[in-house]
């Protein structure tokens, strides 16, 4: 997937830190580093247990991750910061090290974070364990990429988490399972009950929305995006939606066949402006995701309960409630 950086970034470095990564990943394997005990294999050779290492491509997986993992995994996100563009990010040597010394990897998959691919690649340790979530759900490239926003999805990762762990770390498998217990009946409790709130209530709700990333949501939440596909990608991928699709757009805005118009604040092209604007001047109320976790540090679970809070309030208002 080849999208425009939507952050400013130094084009002349990225070229050298992509190379400088892939010289790091290298050392790392010639000198033994990816399979030392150091590493986080599961168990130190006296039987004491050693933290798992793991590395995920973006910290919503990160977030996922540490939690099922608890005091048993070590966890580094790769893409942890609001203003860095998952799409367009070039990994550092700092990432290559990680990877080669990484028990557990998650990647995203689908085409959304190939540059991860790469590290994989550069580093093919036989006795490192790979998640990459696309694969896992079915979804390969030039489908949706943007998994961690479909509720089922999520599900289907924090059960081959926990699989994956249990196999690394047998003799602490119990544990994984009280932390996954605890995760989806606790701290997913209020993701899942606005996921199954907002369906009953809404279901078949025409929507609009910015980008494709709405779509995995939209669907969980059993709401229509009526804004067409063509339009979404485009603007997800950065490239100009046709002159047709942003006419269709604009008339379901302001011919009201949009009840609320969804967009991604991290996103905000002059199109999506544009149509945010419209949308207020038409009486539509406007809700708001982002790509990556907000603010920096946050859990997966307050993240999206925020958001679909957000959601939630914009169908009521657009019912009269």
């Known amino acids: 997937m080849t999208r425009a950086p939507r952050f400013p970034a130094s084009a002349a470095a990225a070229p050298l830190a992509a190379s400088a990564a892939l010289a790091a990943v290298a050392t790392l394997v010639l000198s033994g580093c990816a399979t030392s005990p150091a590493a986080g294999d599961g168990k130190a050779s006296g039987g004491a247990t050693k933290v798992i290492r793991v590395v995920a491509a973006e910290n919503f997986w990160g977030s996922v991750a540490s939690q099922l993992g608890g005091r048993h995994v070590q966890v580094t996100s790769v893409i942890d910061n609001p203003d860095a563009d998952p799409h367009d990010y070039e990994p550092t040597a700092s990432d290559a090290r990680a990877v080669?010394?990484?028990r557990y990897v998650i990647v995203n998959g689908a085409g959304y974070d190939t540059w991860a691919d790469k590290l994989l690649a550069a580093d093919p340790d036989g006795g490192r364990t790979e998640l990459k979530?696309?694969?896992?759900?079915?979804?390969?490239?030039?489908?949706?990429p943007h998994r961690w926003y479909s509720p089922a999805d999520v599900h289907a990762v924090i059960e081959r988490v926990t699989a994956d762990y249990k196999k690394i770390d047998p003799a602490d498998a119990a544990d994984f399972d009280a932390l996954r217990t605890a995760f989806e009946t606790k701290a997913l409790g209020p993701y899942d009950g606005l996921v199954s709130a907002i369906k009953a209530a809404y279901g078949g709700t025409p929507i609009g929305a910015s980008e494709s990333v709405v779509g995995p949501l939209a669907e969980g939440l059993g709401l229509r995006v009526l804004t067409p596909y063509s339009f979404l990608t485009a603007i997800s991928e950065g490239t100009d939606p046709t002159a047709h699709d942003k006419a269709v757009a604009d008339r379901q805005i302001t011919a009201g066949r949009i009840k609320v118009y969804v967009y991604n604040s991290q996103n905000a092209t002059p199109d999506v402006?544009?149509?945010?604007d419209e949308a207020k001047a038409a009486g539509i109320p406007v809700a708001t995701v982002t790509e990556t976790l907000t603010p920096a540090g946050?859990?997966?679970?307050?993240?999206?309960?925020r958001q679909l809070q957000g959601i939630k309030q914009a169908l009521d208002r657009a019912a009269g409630k």
């Not at 979530?133 to 949706?144: E, R």
């Not at 402006?273 to 945010?276: A, D, E, I, L, M």
């Open 133 to 144: 979530v696309g694969d896992l759900v079915g979804v390969g490239p030039g489908g949706n």
């Open 273 to 276: 402006k544009r149509q945010v």
């Open 298 to 305: 946050a859990s997966f679970q307050d993240w999206q309960v």
């Open 100 to 102: 080669a010394a990484a």
